[in-house]
């Protein structure tokens, strides 16, 4: 299969004959390595855009030796490459890196693709079967409707019943195994009037053409069953597709570490570190595991856990926390915790439990079939008793119990609510929000209060420097000399922004890195420093701040703020537009988060809030009657986005962060969240006029069912036309 | 009336010939990646020989 390579090149004698036969030995490597286990890696292509793309990856994939097949699904953004044993996914990546194509590694076992899949096959496959039934049973109908009569129509219905039966049977299925779930734990649910209505239908249809009689409901029974399976599965691809967005988010992120063994490097999986391994985490690398710094100095980023945008010194005997990010010195670590133990998940078992508290949101379609299931049973039962005590004759009794079920056929609620969720979530996913719990459009629809976390949610948590123009030329010259070189985020943003206002670098001697502190060097004869305040002799101050130290002269700060996350302030001020309370929580210095606040232009801030001060502001906020939106990134927002009312973290947030929330903003940009709580109110008015609409319907019909005048036509007439407008409607979502 | 007993199965069989082709598509995982498949079309890679796995 790495036939996709070979045939480009082997049809046309290409200009390097090694090419041809590179492709023959790697074939009979594939041949040899067969009966190996093999392997599959998953890689993401974000930027995939065009037609010859797809090739292009694949040829690119496929050049590769080791490669068995590669294809591209470019509805996912994803390829699925079968691999010999021993191929790493790194290689694979820097070869699409180089043939021009960024792609990221896939945790293949965080994605359940197959999983969501069968069950759309599923659900997919039944609707097929309700469909074909139904336009067949339908033509059949028609010419009973136009006047057949006597032994055709008898032998009508009795076709009719031959195809509807076994496919009411096999299409109707979820909801057959749905209702009686719910009536043995003794609830009513909407699927017990919808099983009630087929097996009514079908029963006293089968039993009228029996005896031969005029009306039978096998259309409306199998028409029922399509329109409602309809629904489900625009309700399942909805969710499969934010499962799988979601499943992506999580899967990108492979947990791998590097164990030291025996003086030896491994990479393994994080799940299988215990406590006592000794793990190096690199410069740039997420600590993976709670532990204590055995070897190594650096700078630790705890922005995520706690914040905090001021790196904090790491060196040896210093516990770390899972989440926190090394900055420039390698570091080794003694595991204290890993796993299930770690502090990562102790904070995802809370979360766990806070979930129980939304689950208790009772969805508007919960609400609309606890009143309408008891009415509707009640109604009917009430009919066929009334007409039986009237007249005497079970027969009518039992037919006008059922039309009367058939008439307020939930179609038009089973296709209320998923129609809407539909449309809007499908909008919103074009502007980068991505919907991950069903009820979370509605429950964004009823917020009246924005909490925001500051750093990494309104801010990129990446560093930009302040003040520049107030330094001296040389100083900044030999600011960028010494800043050049370093992978430390403030030393990275110091030299951009010398180097944007082009001033050319001094010349050093000597110049090292000194993890953990900074940046050192000879310059003219003398030592220069650009590091941690107490390392190049000043007093450290509140802000964040990197210091260069001259022999023989008084160190000088560069100041440093967070970066703005783009769309912030338009955010903020859609929001405000949108009649919401904003507000800043977060656990940052007072003096930096005052600032802040002021460029976006929220009023109300609070800093230096513990992650339990979030929830519990976030509690006293729902218990005043109010309901929040939280918008969060780091772990100690997580309580905080659990609790709220409804949540929301951009992509980049930790992975249980985005766990814990509602909604995950997909792009840098953060502007779409004021349209979303507006989308999401839209939403909810046109499921509330959905409802009205199948009201209606039942207000009209039902009576004319009561008095016995409903006919089969007149009920496939009101199912149609009622699921139609409902449909219609949904469209309408802005 | 009698073509009825013509006219039914045949509507039935060509019915039941479509289910069946849907039924092979949804298995042969042809709706797995329909935006992809729309550009596959376009691109001339396989125009002269199909390709053999």
């Given at each position: 299969?790495?036939?996709?390579?070979?045939?480009?090149?082997?049809?046309?004698?290409?200009?390097?004959?090694?090419?041809?036969?590179?492709?023959?030995?790697?074939?009979?490597?594939?041949?040899?390595?067969?009966?190996?286990?093999?392997?599959?890696?998953?890689?993401?292509?974000?930027?995939?855009r065009?037609?010859?793309?797809?090739?292009?990856?694949?040829?690119?994939?496929a050049?590769?030796?080791?490669?068995?097949?590669?294809?591209?699904n470019?509805?996912?953004?994803?390829?699925?490459?079968?691999?010999?044993?021993?191929?790493?996914?790194?290689?694979?990546?820097?070869?699409?890196?180089?043939?021009?194509?960024?792609?990221?590694e896939?945790?293949?076992?965080?994605?359940?693709?197959?999983?969501?899949?069968?069950?759309?096959?599923?659900?997919?496959?039944?609707?097929?079967?309700?469909g074909?039934?139904?336009?067949?049973?339908?033509?059949?109908?028609?010419?009973?409707?136009?006047?057949?009569?006597d032994?055709?129509?008898?032998?009508f219905?009795?076709?009719?019943?031959?195809?509807?039966?076994?496919?009411?049977?096999?299409?109707?299925?979820?909801?057959y195994?749905?209702?009686?779930g719910?009536?043995?734990?003794?609830?009513?649910?909407?699927?017990?009037?919808?099983?009630?209505?087929?097996?009514l239908?079908?029963?006293?249809?089968?039993?009228?053409?029996?005896?031969?009689?005029?009306?039978?409901?096998f259309?409306?029974?199998?028409?029922?069953?399509?329109?409602?399976?309809?629904?489900?599965?625009?309700?399942?691809?909805?969710?499969?597709?934010?499962?799988?967005?979601?499943?992506?988010?999580?899967?990108?992120?492979?947990p791998?570490?590097?164990?030291?063994?025996?003086?030896?490097?491994?990479e393994?999986?994080?799940?299988?570190?215990?406590a006592?391994?000794?793990?190096?985490?690199?410069p740039?690398?997420?600590?993976p595991?709670?532990?204590?710094?055995?070897?190594?100095?650096?700078?630790?980023?705890?922005?995520?856990?706690t914040?905090?945008?001021?790196?904090?010194?790491?060196g040896?005997?210093?516990?770390?926390?899972?989440?926190?990010?090394?900055?420039?010195?390698?570091?080794?670590?003694?595991?204290?915790?890993?796993?299930?133990?770690?502090?990562?998940?102790?904070?995802?078992?809370?979360?766990?439990?806070?979930?129980?508290?939304?689950?208790?949101?009772?969805?508007?379609?919960?609400?609309?079939?606890?009143?309408?299931?008891?009415?509707?049973?009640?109604?009917s039962?009430?009919?066929?008793?009334?007409?039986?005590?009237?007249?005497?004759?079970?027969?009518?009794?039992?037919?006008?119990?059922?039309?009367?079920?058939?008439?307020?056929?939930?179609?038009?609620?089973?296709?209320?609510?998923?129609?809407?969720?539909?449309?809007?979530?499908?909008?919103?996913?074009?502007?980068?929000?991505?919907?991950?719990?069903?009820?979370?459009?509605?429950?964004?629809a009823?917020?009246?209060?924005?909490l925001?976390?500051?750093?990494?949610?309104?801010?990129?948590?990446?560093p930009?420097?302040?003040?520049l123009?107030?330094?001296?030329?040389?100083?900044?010259?030999?600011?960028?000399?010494?800043?050049?070189?370093?992978?430390?985020?403030?030393?990275?943003?110091?030299?951009?922004?010398?180097?944007?206002?082009?001033?050319?670098?001094?010349?050093?001697?000597?110049?090292?890195?000194?993890?953990?502190?900074?940046?050192?060097?000879?310059?003219?004869?003398?030592?220069?420093?650009?590091?941690?305040?107490?390392w190049?002799?000043?007093?450290?101050?509140?802000?964040?701040?990197?210091?260069?130290?001259?022999?023989?002269?008084?160190?000088?700060?560069?100041?440093?703020?967070?970066?703005?996350?783009?769309?912030?302030?338009?955010?903020?001020?859609?929001?405000?537009?949108?009649?919401?309370?904003?507000?800043?929580?977060?656990?940052?210095?007072?003096?930096?988060?005052?600032?802040?606040?002021?460029?976006?232009?929220?009023?109300?801030?609070?800093?230096?809030?513990?992650?339990?001060?979030?929830?519990a502001?976030?509690?006293?906020?729902?218990?005043?009657g109010?309901k929040?939106?939280?918008?969060?990134?780091?772990?100690?927002d997580?309580?905080?986005?659990?609790?709220?009312h409804?949540?929301?973290?951009?992509?980049?947030?930790l992975?249980?962060?985005?766990?814990?929330?509602?909604i995950?903003?997909?792009?840098?940009?953060?502007?779409?969240?004021?349209?979303?709580?507006?989308?999401?109110?839209?939403a909810?008015?046109?499921?509330?006029?959905?409802?009205?609409?199948?009201?209606?319907?039942?207000?009209?019909?039902?009576?004319?069912?009561?008095?016995?005048?409903?006919?089969?036509?007149?009920?496939?007439?009101?199912?149609?036309?009622?699921?139609?407008?409902?449909?219609?409607?949904?469209?309408?979502?802005? | 009336?009698?073509?009825?007993?013509?006219?039914?199965?045949?509507?039935?069989?060509?019915?039941?010939?479509?289910?069946?082709?849907?039924?092979?598509?949804?298995?042969?995982?042809?709706?797995?990646?329909?935006?992809?498949?729309?550009?596959?079309?376009?691109?001339?890679?396989?125009?002269?020989?199909?390709?053999?796995?």
């Amino acid at each position: 299969m790495t036939d996709a390579y070979t045939d480009a090149f082997t049809d046309a004698p290409s200009a390097c004959p090694a090419c041809a036969a590179t492709p023959m030995a790697r074939r009979q490597a594939a041949a040899a390595a067969g009966e190996a286990q093999a392997g599959r890696v998953m890689l993401s292509l974000p930027e995939i855009r065009c037609a010859g793309c797809i090739s292009g990856v694949e040829k690119a994939l496929a050049a590769e030796p080791g490669v068995r097949s590669a294809r591209v699904n470019f509805t996912l953004k994803r390829a699925t490459v079968e691999t010999d044993p021993g191929v790493t996914p790194a290689r694979l990546v820097a070869a699409l890196d180089r043939a021009g194509h960024a792609a990221h590694e896939l945790d293949a076992s965080a994605l359940s693709m197959t999983e969501t899949d069968r069950a759309g096959r599923d659900l997919l496959m039944r609707l097929a079967v309700a469909g074909f039934a139904a336009m067949n049973v339908m033509l059949l109908s028609v010419a009973v409707w136009s006047g057949a009569a006597d032994a055709t129509r008898d032998l009508f219905h009795w076709i009719s019943a031959a195809i509807a039966i076994p496919a009411v049977i096999f299409s109707g299925r979820p909801f057959y195994v749905s209702a009686w779930g719910a009536l043995r734990k003794g609830r009513l649910n909407m699927d017990v009037p919808i099983t009630l209505a087929i097996v009514l239908a079908v029963g006293t249809s089968l039993w009228e053409t029996s005896l031969s009689g005029k009306h039978a409901y096998f259309d409306a029974a199998i028409a029922l069953v399509f329109f409602l399976l309809g629904g489900r599965y625009l309700d399942h691809r909805t969710r499969a597709v934010a499962r799988s967005a979601a499943e992506e988010l999580a899967a990108l992120e492979v947990p791998r570490a590097w164990r030291v063994a025996e003086g030896r490097e491994e990479e393994v999986r994080v799940g299988d570190l215990a406590a006592g391994d000794l793990v190096r985490v690199k410069p740039g690398g997420r600590m993976p595991v709670d532990g204590e710094i055995v070897a190594g100095t650096s700078e630790l980023d705890r922005g995520l856990l706690t914040g905090e945008t001021r790196p904090v010194f790491a060196g040896p005997g210093q516990a770390v926390s899972a989440g926190e990010v090394n900055l420039t010195g390698p570091l080794e670590v003694r595991v204290t915790a890993a796993g299930r133990e770690s502090s990562l998940h102790r904070m995802a078992d809370l979360v766990a439990v806070a979930e129980s508290a939304k689950n208790r949101y009772t969805s508007l379609a919960d609400r609309a079939a606890g009143l309408y299931a008891p009415g509707v049973h009640i109604l009917s039962a009430l009919a066929g008793i009334g007409w039986w005590l009237y007249t005497g004759d079970l027969r009518l009794a039992l037919n006008i119990a059922a039309a009367v079920l058939i008439i307020t056929c939930p179609c038009a609620l089973g296709l209320a609510v998923p129609a809407v969720t539909t449309a809007a979530s499908g909008r919103l996913f074009r502007h980068g929000l991505l919907i991950k719990d069903g009820t979370a459009l509605e429950r964004l629809a009823e917020v009246d209060t924005v909490l925001f976390d500051k750093t990494g949610t309104l801010t990129l948590g990446t560093p930009e420097v302040t003040g520049l123009d107030a330094h001296a030329r040389d100083d900044l010259a030999l600011a960028r000399a010494l800043a050049e070189g370093s992978a430390h985020p403030l030393s990275r943003a110091l030299a951009e922004a010398v180097a944007a206002q082009g001033i050319a670098p001094v010349t050093l001697e000597a110049h090292r890195e000194v993890p953990g502190y900074g940046a050192e060097a000879i310059w003219q004869g003398r030592t220069v420093r650009l590091g941690r305040a107490d390392w190049v002799g000043a007093a450290p101050g509140e802000t964040t701040a990197a210091w260069l130290g001259v022999e023989g002269r008084a160190p000088v700060a560069f100041t440093f703020a967070d970066r703005l996350r783009p769309g912030a302030r338009e955010a903020v001020d859609g929001l405000k537009a949108a009649g919401l309370q904003v507000a800043l929580v977060s656990g940052d210095a007072a003096p930096a988060v005052a600032r802040f606040a002021a460029s976006v232009g929220i009023d109300d801030w609070t800093a230096e809030v513990l992650p339990e001060g979030k929830a519990a502001r976030v509690e006293a906020l729902h218990s005043g009657g109010a309901k929040v939106l939280f918008v969060g990134d780091g772990l100690n927002d997580t309580a905080a986005l659990a609790a709220a009312h409804a949540s929301i973290s951009p992509a980049t947030a930790l992975d249980a962060a985005r766990t814990a929330s509602d909604i995950v903003l997909l792009g840098a940009d953060i502007a779409p969240l004021a349209g979303a709580v507006t989308t999401a109110r839209s939403a909810v008015r046109r499921i509330r006029e959905n409802f009205a609409i199948a009201t209606w319907y039942n207000v009209i019909a039902v009576p004319i069912a009561i008095a016995g005048f409903a006919t089969p036509l007149a009920a496939a007439l009101a199912m149609s036309a009622s699921s139609l407008t409902v449909s219609l409607n949904a469209l309408r979502v802005r | 009336m009698e073509v009825l007993a013509l006219l039914i199965p045949v509507a039935l069989v060509l019915g039941g010939i479509g289910l069946a082709a849907f039924y092979w598509a949804v298995r042969s995982d042809q709706f797995d990646d329909p935006e992809g498949d729309a550009r596959r079309i376009l691109d001339d890679e396989y125009d002269d020989s199909p390709r053999g796995d």
